[in-house]
């Protein structure tokens, strides 16, 4: 979810003190003192939301909610009111504001409607970002790679299952991709212009599951790893489905769940009625001819990520790939084309053997040690880049024994 918070506020003290507050909940603020400043980060693309006083000079709160809802009236914008603004409050509410506090606010409010407005604005940037795929065709060949006969009949299987709008059950090994394969057969559903919402199962209350359930009305509902759904939730969730749930099920799961169910761990109702439309992912080892295709498209995407020219792939490297045993699946074949950009085809094949954490630790490593290249050592700089709070870009550079001041040019 989109954490980044533009706070516009012409007094510097009570910017930096809600940015401070902001920081420390792991959100991203990016404070300005004027309209005139924030108005360059406020367009249609905007992944996060607006907090904002009333009284500023210039340009006041009303002027920057009229601005914002002109980009895009979806856009949250929050308004900070002084004593004796509470009917500008009202009519700024009227006027589409998302909501209005009195200043000064008890933090655990603010971070309550920021929350509140967070969620609500990566669901609709989520669902913009459907309906285009949907808009431009086949999400099963946009979005599922591979030309082996094996990634050909996953696909097929896919938008069969699609058409039918029964739950389905997505399986695989680890790292295959099996939330994707679930946001495919959504978008190549008859609910695709509905929301699609993603839910890890471990640890997923009665509450949160139906908050989850209301979120995706109409949509698709998938529930990452559905053999961790603690029992009561499982029989909930049973009961739902038994009387006709209002969103579509997709669960997956990288587990045995015959043997889990066997164990008494998954609700047999449950896993029985989730388990009549069954797609399984192929692995790696199973189609090592779809490796060079996998690997052009992640190394395409991470060059773009990082703003860099992707580099040529010789046949003999792609041979290479293909012999080598990819336990992480998709996830680990990512991160080896993420160090291919960033200059470290030799590390490619080292990682293989190591666990999923330490190949992201080396990924996110590169990712800073770019950052501050490209921004000659300026660790604000590249922090901003990465879209990280300073604390957090900082912390990471001590974790990594990095030092900004090596990179200066």
């Known amino acids: ?239 739902v489905l038994e009387g006709g749930a209002t969103a579509r099920l997709l669960a997956g799961s990288t587990r045995d769940l015959d043997d889990v169910v066997a164990q008494g761990r998954l609700n047999a109702d449950l896993y029985y009625r989730v388990n009549t439309m069954t797609v399984r992912i192929p692995s790696l080892a199973e189609r090592p001819e779809d490796i060079p295709v996998l690997f052009r498209h992640y190394v395409a995407q991470a060059s773009e990520q990082a703003g860099l020219q992707a580099p040529d792939i010789n046949p003999d490297f792609e041979a290479t790939l293909m012999a080598q045993n990819w336990p992480g699946n998709a996830r680990s074949l990512m991160s080896a084309a993420m160090r291919f950009v960033l200059g470290m085809p030799e590390d490619v094949t080292e990682a293989t053997d190591l666990g999923l954490s330490e190949q992201m630790a080396r990924v996110e490593r590169s990712l800073l040690i770019a950052a501050l290249g490209r921004h000659n050592g300026m660790a604000a700089r590249a922090a901003e880049g990465l879209k990280l709070p300073r604390k957090t870009f900082y912390d990471k550079l001590k974790r990594y024994g990095i030092r900004a001041e090596d990179y200066r040019r």
């Open 1 to 239: 979810m989109t954490r980044s918070v533009l706070v516009v506020d012409d007094d510097a003290a009570v910017r930096d003190a809600v940015s401070q507050t902001l920081e420390l909940a792991d959100l991203d603020p990016m404070p300005v003192g004027s309209f005139v400043a924030a108005k360059d980060h406020i367009n249609r693309g905007f992944d996060g939301v607006i907090l904002s006083d009333i009284r500023m000079p210039g340009r006041d709160g009303f002027h920057l909610l009229d601005y914002a809802h002109a980009q895009d009236p979806d856009l949250p914008v929050i308004l900070l009111t002084g004593e004796g603004d509470i009917p500008m409050a009202v009519q700024a509410m009227g006027q589409g504001a998302f909501d209005f506090l009195e200043k000064p606010c008890a933090p655990s409010d603010l971070l309550a409607v920021l929350e509140r407005a967070l969620k609500t604005r990566a669901l609709v940037l989520e669902n913009r970002r459907l309906t285009e795929l949907v808009e431009t065709g086949d999400p099963a060949a946009r979005m599922l790679f591979g030309s082996s006969d094996l990634a050909e009949a996953m696909r097929t299987r896919v938008r069969r299952f699609a058409q039918l709008d029964a739950d389905v059950l997505v399986t695989g090994a680890t790292g295959t991709g099996i939330s994707k394969v679930a946001e495919v057969i959504h978008l190549s559903s008859t609910r695709s212009k509905a929301p699609f919402v993603k839910q890890a199962a471990a640890d997923l209350t009665v509450p949160h599951l139906e908050a989850a359930l209301q979120d995706a009305q109409g949509g698709s509902l998938f529930l990452d790893e559905i053999a961790l759904l603690p029992a009561n939730t499982q029989l909930f969730l049973a009961e």
